[in-house]
Structure formats: C-alpha cells, structure tokens
C-alpha cells in the first residue's frame, strides 16, 4: 500500500454521529472483491437522490470539498457490520484520514491495513477541527504522522497518539502482505532447509 508520512489536503465536515458501515458503502455495493471503483459508491445513500442526480446538500458534492483527502467526522465512526469495503471505498475516493472522538474497533483496524490514518481525539480537539473544515476551500489541514500533530489553517497545533507498529506499517507502507515479505529471506532459507531435511515432501 501507499506510504503515509505527511498529509496536507481538504478537510471535509461530516458532523453525524454513528455513521455505520453500509452509510459508508451500501451493501450492494459489497459483490466485487476489487479495491478500486468503489470511490463514486461512497456515502451513495447521501450522496446521490433517487433518481441517480446527485445531492447538492451533501458535503461531498460541494465543490469546495470534492477533493477532499481528510474527513473530520461525529462519535463512533465505521460502527455496523465489518466489511473491509468500507475503508477501500473511503481510500478510493480520495480520504486518506479519518478524524473522530472513537471508531468502531473492526473499522479502524481495517483502515490501518489499508493505508488510511484513523485519528482518535477529544471532542473539544475534533469541535475546532470541524469548525476548521467549515471554512471550505480554506480548510486545509496537515496531518503529519512522523511528528502526530496536526495543524490548521490557522497554524495551530493538535497532538494525536498511534501505536506504534500501526504507525511503522503506514510510514513504510506495510500491510499484511508487505510485513510478511519483510522476512522473506528467513521464509526462503526455512523452505530451503525444510526441502533438505524432507525432500519426499517436494517430490512431484
């Protein structure tokens, strides 16, 4: 996956509470196995009127917030049903962090495996932070991972705390596949010794 070190972008407010999984992707979305593609299906219930047009309402759609990379959203984000899809439709679209007072367990473990910084902060932190991306195309923030701070448009300041082996997997772009091919001298020199001492266990 991409590396995540410093991220400067929009920062669009979703001030609502309890934003479940299928809000993030409906589950008719949930048939490909594919990450990518998922991006125009994102927030699609809210996004989108019956008649396929989209909602102009939605902050998404604003032209302010069309490329937004960073979300600041309400309590318990990613809650609902554990699919994976949700965080592939957010890195799709373009988010590359979400920022929230908590996060459904599942969610924000999935994010961290697939390249999106999930940042956990006081709500009185997360309140200036929405006020901050209501200001639209000047709502630009920084989320600097290597020193956890993140700063607003008016230069202020905010700490955030991350484990640290979920932050060494995003510095370096490591997912599950990426730290399993990190000791892939010790697997080829195992498999070597294994055929070795069992070479019927090779045999054709």
């Known amino acids: ?15 609502l509470i309890n934003i479940d999984t299928d809000m993030i992707i409906p589950k008719q979305y949930l048939k490909t196995i594919l990450r990518t593609g998922l991006g125009t ?6 996004r989108y009127n019956d008649d396929g047009s989209e909602n102009a309402d939605f902050v998404l759609n604003k032209p302010a917030y069309r490329e937004s990379k960073i979300l600041v959203a309400g309590d318990n984000f990613g ?10 439709a957010l890195l799709d679209f373009g988010i590359r962090c979400v920022i929230s007072t908590s996060f459904a367990d ?16 006081p709500k009185e932190d997360v309140d200036k932070l929405m006020d901050d991306a209501g200001r639209g ?4 923030l920084t989320v600097d991972l ?3 701070t993140i700063t607003g448009p008016d230069g202020g300041s905010i700490s955030f705390e ?12 490591l997912d599950d596949i990426g730290l399993t091919m990190e000791k892939e001298q010790s697997i080829t020199a ?15």
Not at 41 to 46: C, D, I, R, V
């Open 79 to 88: 809650c609902g049903s554990s699919r994976e899809h949700a965080p592939w």
């Open 137 to 140: 195309a000047n709502a630009r």
């Open 146 to 148: 290597e020193s956890q």
């Open 1 to 15: 996956m991409d590396k995540f070190n410093k991220l400067d972008g929009i920062a669009a407010p979703l001030p």
């Open 106 to 121: 599942i969610f924000h473990n999935n994010c961290f495996k697939n390249g999106i910084l999930p940042i956990v902060l």
């Open 41 to 46: 299906a994102l927030f699609s219930e809210m």
């Open 162 to 173: 991350v484990d640290a082996f979920k932050k060494h997997c995003l510095i370096n772009g």
């Open 190 to 204: 195992f498999e070597a010794a294994r055929n070795s001492a069992t070479p019927w266990m090779n045999a054709s």
